[in-house]
């Protein structure tokens, strides 16, 4: 039906049909489940499973060709039922577990919200409110294992939650999920933002460093042809070449089949000798991870607005803080002079309009003191021991004889740094408590850092690893599996390992024995490296008495 050269209304009302049926068996009968975010089985039923992909691949291909069909000409009760499926499947892996499956869907909405007739319908749905923003936020994480493809979807998802979570009708229904620290959701749809935040920040940096080696060389745009960079308004077309937000070549949407061969002569012909990307091809990819870093940036301060509990939560918080701690540090700070080309705006580089988004991010969480030391925290990890790096950045951010942030932005900046400043020496302090050589049974197993938190893995036979509860955490959401074993490791069989009695005992001794290592060390300055020099050897002395 879809081979038709043109889109009949005829088609759509059958499509629209097919889907109230799918709808049908998938709330067995009762649509009013639909109306709420936990309406939906998370359990498919049995007559569900056995229904073919292709099925599902034809509706959202007939809503995709919707968008541009003669829109006057579609009711609200043409596509109802599409749409309605549609924001049930949103990010579903249970129902609908196909992850490249998923991809389509952020084009669809976006292409809807930008036609105000579309839009319309769309919204005017039952399900819109209750669905929406839990679908986006479920279809970025689904899409975590789709290569290259999910980079444009993702900067599209990211622009969408900015848009719609300026109505607070629609934060509210999302609120109880996104806000709840035991689902974890949060928590994950965070690690995933801010590690496309980072590559992105990553292949910026490398793309501006290798174009400006090539305008040094002569091979910069006047030296090559540059028409694979022309001005694409998202990453979708800014799409082949160049390293994207996901790391790699190649970063933006789907190909057709039919193109691959002309696509790859064409690539063929932008590559330099010796299988190096062209200045052009360097410049798609720049262009698109600026796009996609941005689309977060912004994303984060929507969310921050309408879900402050759930952005505070402590490791939601920490990778945050850490993202643009090492955001600024990269843009701004000791190597950011390497960081010029020519014609930056043809390829949508602008530093300062993307620190200032940054600073304007930093500053919805300026009353959060413990957020402002995660800040610190993360730029000490980025550049150790002292984080100095990231005063260097402020600094050169806020340079009176040429700075990179103006007006309140840089009020707000100068504000922040005084914060920084004053956790800087809470957080150095409390790490000069551990000493300089704290033994091996207070670090963590993972990074070598103090055990604050710690936390038992299970290793072969009765040996118990212990790391840090945050990192190991953080690991998790990455990867369900045991760093060290590499055995399937999920957050809930960690937490129910560790309730054991064996491992609980072992808990308590281990903090006893570093409560009793900072007690020895936890002396006045003028003693203090004769008397840690003691501590060590009490210790040792102990060790070898046992």
Not at 37 to 63: C, H, M, N, R, S
Not at 119 to 144: K, N
Not at 265 to 288: I, M, P, V, W
Not at 375 to 381: H, N, T
Request: net charge negative.
């Amino acid at each position: 039906m879809l081979t038709c050269p043109a889109l009949s209304l005829k088609t759509i009302r059958f499509v629209n049909g097919v889907s109230k049926w799918l709808l049908h068996i998938l709330l067995q009968g009762d649509m009013n489940k639909g109306n709420t975010t936990t309406g939906v089985p998370t359990v498919p039923a049995e007559t569900w499973k056995y229904l073919p992909q292709v099925i599902f691949d034809t509706i959202f291909t007939t809503l995709e060709l919707v968008t541009s069909f003669e829109i006057a000409k579609v009711e609200h009760s043409d596509i109802n039922d599409i749409l309605g499926l549609m924001l049930l499947l949103m990010g579903n892996l249970s129902l609908f577990p196909k992850a490249h499956s998923h991809i389509p869907f952020p084009t669809i909405i976006l292409k809807f919200l930008e036609q105000p007739h579309m839009r319309d319908m769309l919204t005017r749905h039952p399900w819109f409110q209750s669905q929406i923003i839990m679908g986006c936020v479920r279809t970025y994480m689904a899409m975590e294992g789709c290569g290259y493809d999910r980079v444009p979807a993702r900067y599209y998802i990211s622009c969408i939650l900015r848009i719609l979570l300026k109505d607070d009708g629609l934060a509210y229904a999302a609120r109880p999920l996104l806000e709840d620290v035991s689902n974890g959701i949060m928590e994950r749809f965070t690690h995933m933002v801010t590690s496309e935040a980072n590559s992105a920040i990553d292949t910026i940096l490398e793309n501006l460093i290798k174009m400006r080696k090539l305008e040094e060389a002569g091979e910069g745009p006047n030296g090559i042809s540059n028409s694979g960079a022309s001005s694409p308004t998202s990453p979708a077309a800014a799409g082949r070449g160049g390293r994207g937000g996901g790391g790699g070549r190649g970063g933006g949407g789907r190909r057709n089949a039919g193109d691959n061969e002309d696509s790859s002569e064409e690539e063929e012909g932008e590559q330099q000798e010796g299988g190096e990307e062209s200045y052009a091809q360097l410049g798609s990819g720049l262009k698109q991870s600026l796009f996609l870093f941005s689309a977060t940036i912004d994303a984060f301060k929507a969310l921050s607005e309408q879900y402050p509990k759930g952005i505070l939560q402590n490791l939601v918080a920490q990778q945050i803080a850490n993202m643009l701690a090492r955001s600024l540090i990269k843009l701004a700070g000791p190597n950011s002079k390497e960081l010029k080309i020519s014609n930056p705006d043809q390829y949508n580089f602008k530093p300062r309009e993307i620190l200032t988004n940054i600073v304007e991010c930093l500053v919805r969480f300026k009353h959060e003191e413990t957020f402002i030391r995660l800040v610190f925290s993360g730029a000490a990890a980025e550049s150790p021991p002292d984080g100095q790096t990231l005063f260097y950045a402020i600094d050169n951010m806020l340079n009176p004889s040429r700075p990179l942030v103006f007006g309140m932005a840089a009020s707000d900046l100068a504000s922040i740094r005084d914060q920084l400043l004053t956790a800087s020496k809470d957080v150095l302090s409390e790490d000069e408590l551990w000493g300089e050589d704290p033994p091996e049974f207070a670090l963590c197993a993972l990074m070598q850092t103090p055990l604050r938190n710690p936390i038992a893995l299970p290793t072969s036979g009765d040996d118990l690893t212990f790391v840090e509860g945050d990192v190991i955490h953080h690991a998790l959401l990455k990867e369900e599996q045991n760093p060290f074993t590499r055995a399937k490791l999920t957050t809930a069989e960690l937490e129910e390992f560790n309730a054991t009695p064996r491992v609980q005992d072992a808990l308590v001794k281990l903090k006893a024995d570093i409560a009793e290592y900072l007690s020895l060390i936890h002396i006045s300055e003028p003693t203090r490296l004769l008397s840690i020099s003691y501590a060590v050897f009490c210790l040792k002395k102990k060790k070898n008495t046992i």
